[in-house]
């Protein structure tokens, strides 16, 4: 024992039992004695130190006050004279038991309290007994694992500093390669700038190592700074044609995307230092569980007959995961779903889109709605996002003000599992704690993607959503399509990369004939062409659903073809016009099927059956620039000759799209002057646009054929038109709106559905 240790009042007479009974030869089983280690544990051993011995002692002590106490028989003269003390002798376990134990915690290592109340009695102990037991053992698991990571870590430290002095060595004894004397320093100053870079990126890397170790064993997290990557809000045109310069953002308002912690009126706060540990380890389970999700097959999974659907087996889920973020909350219905296609994206590019959050939003425009990057732990390894951890807020969305959106606060993790394999995971951290809402109304069980790199810069995506949410508020017009898991699902987010992806690679295309570019001069007059219809897009999906953030006021009675409307003021925006803006949407069912609808909307030469501001005048398509196999996607600039000559003629720019999942027909009236900068490659952030347009969706998944091009006309089912304006009712941004503008747009947008009702119902008697 060294010298001046003083063992506490407490343990005295535990350890005076010992060496007594270790004197008098070890004449009793029950007794453990410092010069015999208990063989059964394994945990004693004679080449430990005081402080083990003592350790061990307090350790036995305390177990044996958690019941385990034995008290030996006393004797005839114990008693009759009742002077001495009854001694106690310490129980320990047996080899059998603890062998038990040893088995159940590697299955288990926290039992609650009916399995150790079923272990107690299989095993012969108290309950409390099994429960310290545990709690000893979980201690005792975590100390080896802290030791052998500390023991990593310094391994590392010492081949740093071991290659540091071999490289300072090398530098002092370099010789001139023509003379061999001495080298000068100006010999060596590329040398040793590669050195030191190299050096620079080693200590980052050993720094990067340390601060992830940290998470795990609850020390201060090193702080990761975004990266240059992460501060660039790039478009996804930008990303497609390489082209990483700083674009201007549209704005951290409804109708574009932020990367700071606050969104609308609320300001979300991030995870907490002592979190974090807790947040980091729910990512790494995530993981575990989305790619196991991305692979298993039957029983986990099984396939519909009709259409090839996977659908998940609950009770099968329960028993591979029986960990996960816990029981679904009172009122909550699961939606589980799983779709694979290969889409025209390496995969380097693919995983930068899904971990920036700009090009997140415009790579699903129709789907997310007012994404946040609320907090960054990592940025990644290496250059690269493996590794790359978030937390992020977002809402996800039906292009029509009758579906609310879906909100979640959640963490996303990017790993990468092999030289050709990434995933992207999302997992909400609602039951870490309730930050987006006292009131859960949707949580995302581990969702995301697992992507194989192919050759020719395609990608194979397995994309897996599997979310838990409260759809009684959803119109009864739209309840077979979400649940069916069409409108949330993972085939919807499958069909929009394929669409995107495609849009993307038409940018890059070279080999365009020169008839086929019409009015456009140039690449660069294409390219901005396709940014502003990109914005154009975005600008309106983000503007017709139910978000949080919208304030829809429904003019009249209650059916589902009410108009509903919302203002808002634009000042300094240089996207949009200043002034009153008046938004008016509807949606309604068509008993048409969505091919049909689609096709009639697009036609420039039906427009003038259903667009009232042309005034009858005759649409002739200007340009068109295809992005895609469909024909429907397309970009189209139109001009609209109209019957009288005293008006000037107008240009629209439009950009229709679809997939297996719905279709979109947007546009937007725009400016002669600011076109002719565009089509000459000028900046087009600067023009003022205020969409409009169509959302057409199947209305369930028993009334469309799908095919690899889009939706096909032989479903016999109908449609879910959604018809959204938008409208400058005052250019003044202080002035008040007026009853009679209301009363104007409303007419406006109820005799165009009136229009489009029977023109396609006359089509499709």
Known sequence: MPAGFIIPARHVPPLMARHTKAAAGYTTSSGLSLAQPNMAEGQFDLSQTADSEIAKLREEEFESKSGSDNVEGASGEDQDGERRPRKKRYHRHTQHQIQEMEMFFKECPHPDDKQRKELSRELALEPLQVKFWFQNKRTQMKTQHERHENTQLRSDNEKLRSENMRYREALNNASCPNCGGPAALGEMSFDEQQLRMENARLREEIDRISGIAAKYVGKPLLSFGPSPLNSLPRSNLDLAVGSYGVQPNIGPDIYGSSSGGEIGNRSLVGPTEGEKPMVVELAVAAMEELVRMAQLGEPLWTSRPEDGTDILNEEEYIRTFPRGIGPRPYGLKAEASRETAVVIMNAINLVETLMDVNQWSSMFPGIVSRPVTVDVFS??????????????????????????????????????????????????LDSLRGNASSVIRCRRRPSGCLIQEMPNSYSKVTWVEHVEADDRAVHHIYRQLVNSGMAFGSKRWIATLQRQCERLASVLASNIPSRDLGVIPSPEGRKSILKLAERMVTSFCAGVSASTAHTWTTLSGSGAEDVRVMTRKSVDDPGRPPGIILSAATSLWLPVPPKKVFDFLRDENSRNEWDILSNGGLVQEVDHIANGQDPGNCVSLLRVNTVNSNQSNMLI?????????????????????????????????????????????????????????????????????????????????????????????????????????????????
Request: aromatic share 6%; net charge negative; charged share 15%.
């Open 653 to 765: 720019l439009q950009e229709s799209c679809t997939d297996a999942s719905g279709s979109f027909v947007i546009y937007a009236p725009v400016d002669i002057v600011a076109m002719n900068v565009v089509l000459s490659g000028g900046d087009p952030d600067y023009v003022a646009l205020l969409p409009s347009g169509f959302a057409v969706l199947p209305d369930g998944p028993k009334c469309m054929a799908v095919t690899n091009s889009g939706i096909n006309d032989l479903g016999s089912g109908g449609s879910l038109l959604t018809v959204a304006f938008q409208i400058l009712v005052d250019s003044v941004p202080t002035a008040k709106l007026s009853l009679g503008s209301v009363a104007t747009v409303n007419s406006l947008i109820s005799c165009t559905v009136d229009r489009i009702k029977a023109a396609v119902t006359r089509e499709n008697p």
């Open 379 to 428: 940025t990644g390894v290496a250059g690269n996002y493996n590794g790359a951890l978030q937390v992020m807020h977002a809402e996800f969305q039906v292009p029509s003000p009758l579906v609310p959106t879906r909100e979640n606060y959640f963490v996303r993790y990017c790993k990468q599992h092999s030289d050709t394999i990434w995933a992207v995971v999302d997992v909400s």
